[in-house]
């Protein structure tokens, strides 16, 4: 490691007049999940934001809004995340790896790094997050889904992410995770979130899969097929059959194409049931 | 190189350290060991202190983060001569064998014990599912963390 200095940014300003003064051989640090397991060998200086008060979870303007240095357990114990339809993304953070990770990991470097087996893209893909961040002195924003099919690496190498935004939601969402034990990656991941109209017919469809070992896809024929009817026992098999025609999987160090393409059906089926059965319980 | 001041099991210390250095070197270099190196990626849980009473891994954690912190090792909880009570259930249940891993695994117990004094066997269970245990097939290690969890009850310790 040739890292030279470590500096404590005391904003995000600090932090990018940084980076920029070290020319591709500083990087940003906030957990520091994947810099202290590997780094590039030009990096000479750490760039600490985890002190820059991007930290915090709070209602505004009818957004969700986490900082990106909030760590994976701040937001899983957070009551605000816990009173976000039901609990849900709390209880995708449960998932995440163990307590110990999840009390450095934060939020934006989930977001950033991007692991295409990670749980957190699955989840936030789902719910339509917004990424929030800065390059120079202009704020930029876009939806996870959209920035994860740009060059999100090189734009987060002169950039400081600084917040996610999650939309409200009338409906429920659900999540699920195959792995070999618990705390250990996705051999596949899932969400989906349902909404009903006032005549009980399905308003909106979210169907994201992960870790198939690609990252986080919404599956739009699945959410076309769903949209506009009524939820039903058969529907969910129609949607479950629909998604394993149409996810995208492949074969990695973990597991065979062949696997990802019979579990994804039974994992949509399940993320589906049970958002519905939270969405009709809302309902009653 | 770099100054930095923490905590260090009660303890204000003001150490030299590299930029680049983990936290796991720097507790090894001032005589914490405690502090096991097993994996070096976060996976093994034997390196695990506490930072300001949260389970980390300091294998992972960069040095210079806990400028201004607090960390707490094994040695901060009990001495050879004067056992914590979670040492004392881990060696009344059989819950160490060739004790690499106990450091983590009691520190975590401290931490599951500090929020929940009453947990269930699967609650302890799910405490410690990051640390690995290559000897105990971690039946005696639960046993050990609902032994102490019981004494905590009671009023036996705090």
């Known amino acids: ?284 | 190189m770099m100054k930095i001041y923490f905590e260090l099991n009660g303890e204000p210390r003001y150490v030299e350290i590299k930029p680049g250095e983990m936290l796991l070197d720097l507790l090894r270099r001032l005589g914490m060991r405690s502090v096991k190196e097993g994996c070096r990626t976060g996976e093994c849980g034997a390196c695990t202190v506490l930072l300001d009473g949260k389970p980390i891994r300091s294998c992972l954690t960069f040095a210079a983060k806990v400028k201004g912190h607090r960390i707490t090792t094994l040695e901060g909880l009990g001495t050879p001569e004067d056992l914590h009570p979670l040492q004392e259930a881990f060696l009344e249940t059989g819950a160490i064998q060739c004790g690499f891993c106990t450091p983590g695994m009691i520190l975590v117990a401290h931490h599951l014990l500090s929020h929940n004094p009453d947990p269930s066997p699967e609650e302890v269970r799910g405490a410690i599912t990051g640390n690995l245990c290559r000897c105990t097939g971690y039946v005696k290690i639960v046993d050990a963390v609902m032994l102490a969890a019981e004494r905590k009850r009671k009023g036996e310790w705090r």
């Not at chain 1, 909030?70 to 899983?76: A, F, G, I, K, S």
């Not at chain 1, 006032?198 to 699945?222: F, H, N």
Request: proline share 4%; hydrophobic share 45%; aromatic share 6%.
């Open chain 1, 1 to 284: 490691m040739s890292v030279r200095r470590y500096h404590y940014a005391r904003d995000v300003e600090e932090a990018l007049s940084l980076l920029e003064a070290y020319e591709g051989r500083g990087a940003i640090l906030a957990g520091g999940m994947d810099l202290s397991r590997g780094m590039a060998p030009e990096i000479e200086g750490l760039i600490d934001i985890t002190t820059a008060g991007l930290s915090g979870i709070s209602w505004a303007n009818g957004d969700l809004r986490i900082g990106a240095t909030t760590t994976l357990e701040e937001v899983r114990l957070s009551d605000e995340v816990r009173g976000y339809l039901g609990g849900f993304l709390a209880e995708v953070m449960a998932h995440v790896a163990t307590l110990p990770l999840r009390c450095m990991a934060t939020l934006g470097g989930a977001v950033v790094s991007a692991h295409p087996w990670a749980d957190v893209p699955t989840a936030l893909v789902a719910l339509g997050a917004e990424a929030r961040w800065r390059t120079g002195e202009k704020t930029e924003k876009a939806p996870i889904e959209e920035l994860y099919r740009r060059p999100f690496r090189a734009i987060f190498r002169r950039s400081v992410l600084t917040e996610i935004r999650l939309p409200r939601w009338e409906g429920a969402f659900a999540f699920e995770k195959v792995s070999r034990n618990a705390g250990d990656i996705a051999l596949i991941n899932c969400a989906c979130g349902l909404g009903l109209d006032d005549t009980g017919k399905i308003a909106w469809a979210r169907v994201v899969v992960g870790a198939t070992p690609y990252r986080a896809e919404r599956l739009a024929a699945v959410e076309a097929l769903l949209a506009g009817e009524t939820p039903a026992e058969g529907l969910w098999e129609e949607a479950a059959r629909k998604a394993e025609a149409e996810a995208r999987v492949g074969d990695d160090m973990r597991a065979p194409a062949e696997w990802r393409r019979a579990v994804v059906p039974v994992i949509v089926r399940r993320a589906l049931e049970r958002a519905a059965n939270a969405v009709m319980g809302d309902e009653r």
